[in-house]
């Protein structure tokens, strides 16, 4: 309590409202509600602990950890994992080596929609090895970090999203070997969004967007309302010569709300009144497409 005070004290916060942002939040977790109403409590739960976060409750470091922590679990449990994994690496980025950490990290890595009390006792061993893999990967120890996914592709060759994850480890800087990682998870899993996607990325990184084509196609047939999906999508079908088609992707992803940053150019592109005639809007629009797909950034053709 001497700390949640001093902490209101410091940023000119009620203790009440700190008390209402934080502890609630906390509760919500810990305290599992009745399951037809659990997904909207863990909802507002995240929306509680990442309020404290914009408050300035993470600046405090026993209230900060703390909120953090269970905002991670929390995007984990919704599937947010790589949201959940980039809060985890905060913890490693400062040396943070706990075993709640590090079994939170591991959950996230393996893609499991679960809060650590919900994880299989018989899956702990393994969700440690991925924990302390993704922690090695985040403290850019990559020696370790290989040799930590090497034992644990070896061990559970055959457990979802092990290869994803080993596959995603590579990716910086073993590009033809992650690819076969992501071609044996879905051996596994035929219908893994993120690893269609993964390869349509990396195939066209590497200049083949033909190659990048059927994984994006696919990604978005499963995943329809995946932003990055559609993006993929985007990206090799302009690069294949289909602006039209490009265009369409990037308007459909925005349309979802996961691509609103661009939104702005795609409705300047139809209303500019310079920009009337159908060329000129296709122009513009083909422009709000490029930005949207990285190819270009805003500006930089003014």
Same mark, same amino acid.
């Given at each position: 309590m001497a700390v949640a005070q001093e902490t209101a004290k410091l940023y000119g916060l009620s203790y009440e409202l700190l @008390?209402?942002?934080?502890?609630?939040?906390?509760?919500q977790v810990e305290?599992?509600?009745?399951? *037809? *109403?659990?997904?909207?409590?863990?909802?507002?739960?995240?929306?509680?602990? @990442?309020q404290s976060r914009v408050l300035g409750i993470g600046d405090v470091p026993d209230l900060g950890?703390?909120?953090?922590y269970h905002a991670a679990? +929390?995007?984990?449990?919704?599937?947010?994992y790589e949201q959940a994994l980039e809060t985890l690496g905060e913890f490693a980025g400062e040396g943070n080596d706990n075993p709640r950490v590090i079994e939170a990290l591991g959950i996230a890595t393996l893609r499991m929609p679960m809060l650590p009390t919900e994880t299989p006792p *018989?899956?702990?061993e393994m969700i440690l090895m991925a924990g302390r893999a993704s922690y090695m990967m985040a403290t850019r120890n990559t020696a370790a970090a290989e040799r930590a996914f090497d034992q644990l592709v070896s061990r559970y060759p055959e457990t979802p999203n092990v290869h994803y994850a080993y596959g995603v480890f590579l990716l910086q800087e073993k590009g033809e070997k992650a690819i076969e990682e992501f071609k044996r998870e879905l051996e596994l899993q035929p219908q893994h969004p993120v690893s269609l996607m993964q390869l349509a990325y990396e195939y066209r990184k590497r200049g083949e967007?033909?190659?990048?084509?059927?994984?994006?196609?696919q990604a978005v047939e499963?995943?329809?309302?995946?932003?990055?999906?559609?993006?993929? +999508? !985007?990206?090799? @079908? @302009?690069?294949? !010569?289909?602006?039209e088609g490009a265009i369409r992707e990037l308007e459909l992803g925005i349309g979802d709300g996961r691509g609103g940053a661009?939104? *702005?150019d795609l409705q300047a592109a139809r209303a500019g009144p310079l920009h009337r005639g159908r060329w000129g809007v296709r122009l513009l629009e083909l422009a709000a497409v490029l930005a949207g797909l990285g190819v270009l950034r805003p500006g930089l053709g003014d």
């Open positions: @008390l209402t942002v934080y502890d609630k939040a906390i509760i305290n599992r509600p009745p399951k *037809d *109403d659990l997904q909207d409590k863990y909802d507002r739960a995240l929306q509680h602990l @990442l950890d703390s909120a953090r679990i +929390l995007m984990t449990r919704m599937e947010q *018989d899956r702990r967007p033909q190659a990048a084509l059927p994984f994006a196609k499963i995943a329809p309302k995946a932003f990055p999906a559609r993006k993929a +999508l !985007g990206q090799a @079908l @302009l690069e294949t !010569g289909d602006i661009h939104r *702005d």
